[in-house]
């Protein structure tokens, strides 16, 4: 990567480099490819990445363990009319997986159960109580999404009272299995090669795989002979709600996966997205941010601070005024969920200042809610630039704990081998997120573990830190065509970072504080040309000081985000400012 601009320490420390080498100002025409070339996509492949469909990118199924496994399973319970429960998690991936199959096996003549466990009475993943009622209930299969890689002890219960259970997961796994009919998960260790290179694939996505391979297994019987067979790509749009919700990479098949499904939801063909679509006032079709910052935060908010089956219940709703009813409901918690949020975040970060120079920042309170400490600890860790973990106390005097790390690190590994050393009752997760259980006085134990197991990983990403940029702009650069072209590259999220950019030099104009603690401003470019510019959050920041007191005449590189603003109505655009230097 080369240097960009000369600039090796920005005014939030950091060097910038051009993602690519070559020449930073292409032209529009070429812009999309090479915003592909320089995240990873081979030039022989570009065709197939310009425009990602399904069938370009979908795995046969089987190439998964125990996937045919499952599929029969499954295939055996809807020809013979068995009672079938979905067991999901409470988060929007856990909502999307159980919708799916549910919608799906209802096509298929078949009426689900479902089961969701409360996040703050139950905790995450089956408990054996809970599969056995659903056994007693008249169950004789369960399925459990988004969860149950370590369930050891649930599904051995399950399997003693006689239910069987097909997993449907993308935690991380130990060497060691737990007992169930089957255990479909990419990162399995002992998964071949093809399905370990679907390791990003979020749980809605495996979802869809095994309803593949449900189909095609009762088109294998015979089953469709009469009766008409069920399309799955109108469930697409579930799948990209949860793949960007669950912060899964976007490269290949999950980038289909999210550009077809944006097209599915534009349609509003789910009756509880579009009650959802409604209620969080969007009046355009959803692009992939609105997933994870509209759409996944109210879903999700019924299992932080409300009924943890509303979201479910919202995404297989079939009557447009109960969805619209749930939908409400939701939007409301959700901003009760951001009022315990700003209090909770406030108080962690004042923790973490005191950690901010160790590997892993941990930071834990009796009195936090356990359903914001999850997004508590990516606030911390966009913060800080290390992994951070935020944990609530509970009342038996355990602790619950979600953490969130940087690129390079896998907190869920680590998470995994604090639990196989018996630092903890419970835990897991992937790379990126882990969650876990606490033994009362096992923080500092914790701590200590962490920051040695992992001082080497952060150390060396944070050496790697660099702010990568794709093109380089004059002022008058910044228009909405701009945007045009940038958003063909998309969609953009985890692991397809969107396009960073530098224009200038530019003189900052009427810099000022707005909203909650927004600096904006205009940009002046020595073309005579001006933008406007928003730095997020910065005000209190090195980078929104600087931006503050800038003198009218001094010349700034600035970097960041090339965005439409729709503010009014709009369809100008505007830099969403992430770093700055001096030209």
């Not at 080369?2 to 070429?30: C, I, K, N, Y």
Request: net charge negative; aromatic share 4%; charged share 25%.
């Amino acid at each position: 990567m080369g240097r960009a601009l000369h600039v090796e320490r920005s005014v939030t420390g950091q060097p910038w480099r051009w993602r690519r080498q070559g020449e930073p100002g292409v032209g529009m025409d070429t812009l999309v490819d090479e915003l592909l070339l320089s995240r990873g996509v081979a030039r022989e492949d570009l065709a197939r990445h310009r425009d990602p469909r399904i069938r370009d990118f979908l795995p046969d199924p089987s190439c998964f363990q125990d996937m045919d496994k499952g599929a029969r399973r499954l295939a055996d319970a809807i020809e013979t009319g068995e009672r079938i429960a979905i067991f999901g998690d409470y988060d929007v991936d856990g909502a999307t997986s159980a919708a799916l199959l549910v919608l799906l096996l209802r096509r298929l003549g078949a009426e689900p159960t479902t089961y969701i466990p409360d996040r703050l009475m139950e905790g995450y993943g089956p408990s054996g109580k809970a599969l056995c009622e659903l056994k007693s209930g008249g169950a004789s299969l369960a399925v459990c999404v988004d969860c149950g890689a370590q369930a050891f002890e649930a599904l051995d219960e399950a399997n003693t009272a006689g239910l069987d259970v097909v997993v449907v997961d993308h935690h991380q796994c130990a060497s060691l299995l737990p007992v169930a009919h089957a255990l479909i998960n990419p990162n399995r260790l002992d998964e071949g090669e093809d399905g370990t290179a679907h390791g990003h694939l979020a749980a809605v996505g495996m979802a869809f795989l095994l309803g593949v391979a449900v189909v095609r297994e009762l088109r294998r019987r015979g089953f469709f002979a009469a009766r008409e067979e069920p399309g799955l790509l109108d469930l697409l749009d579930l799948v990209a709600l949860g793949t960007v919700a669950d912060v899964a990479r976007l490269k290949t098949l999950n980038r289909a996966f999210v550009t077809q499904g944006l097209k599915v939801m534009a349609g509003r063909q789910n009756v509880g997205l579009a009650a959802l679509i409604e209620a969080s006032r969007l009046t355009r079709d959803p692009v992939c941010r609105d997933l994870g910052f509209a759409l996944g935060p109210r879903i999700n908010a019924g299992g932080r601070v409300g009924k943890s089956d509303l979201g479910v219940r919202l995404l297989i709703a079939t009557d447009p005024e109960e969805a619209r009813a749930i939908a409400a409901e939701l939007n409301r918690l959700n901003e009760e969920r951001r009022a315990i949020e700003t209090v909770v975040t406030e108080q962690a970060l004042a923790q973490a200042e005191q950690q901010s120079e160790l590997p892993v920042i941990i930071v834990m309170s009796g009195g936090w809610h356990q359903g914001v400490i999850g997004i508590v600890a990516g606030r911390i860790k966009e913060r800080f630039g290390r992994p951070a973990i935020v944990i609530a106390g509970c009342e038996d005097g355990t602790s619950k704990g979600s953490g969130r790390s940087i690129s390079g690190v896998d907190l869920g590994a680590a998470v995994l081998a604090a639990k196989d050393s018996g630092l903890l009752i419970a835990g897991g997760g992937h790379s990126m997120a882990a969650g876990l259980t606490l033994p009362a006085g096992g923080l500092e134990p914790l701590r200590a573990f962490l920051n040695q197991r992992l001082a080497a990983d952060v150390e060396t990403s944070r050496g790697d830190r660099a702010l990568l940029l794709d093109a380089l702009l004059t002022a008058g650069g910044v228009a909405a065509a701009l945007c045009d072209a940038l958003d063909a590259g998309g969609p953009y999220g985890a692991g397809w970072p969107s396009p960073k950019v530098a224009a200038g030099p530019a003189r900052l104009l009427k810099p000022t504080i707005v909203g909650n603690g927004h600096v904006r401003g205009l940009a002046c470019g020595d073309d005579g040309k001006s933008f406007k510019w928003i730095a997020f959050r910065s005000a209190a920041s090195e980078l929104g000081q600087a931006l503050l007191s800038s003198p009218p005449d001094r010349r700034w590189w600035l970097a960041g985000t090339i965005k439409r603003d729709e503010w009014n109505g709009g369809n100008a655009a505007e830099m969403h400012l992430e770093d700055a230097a001096l030209a």
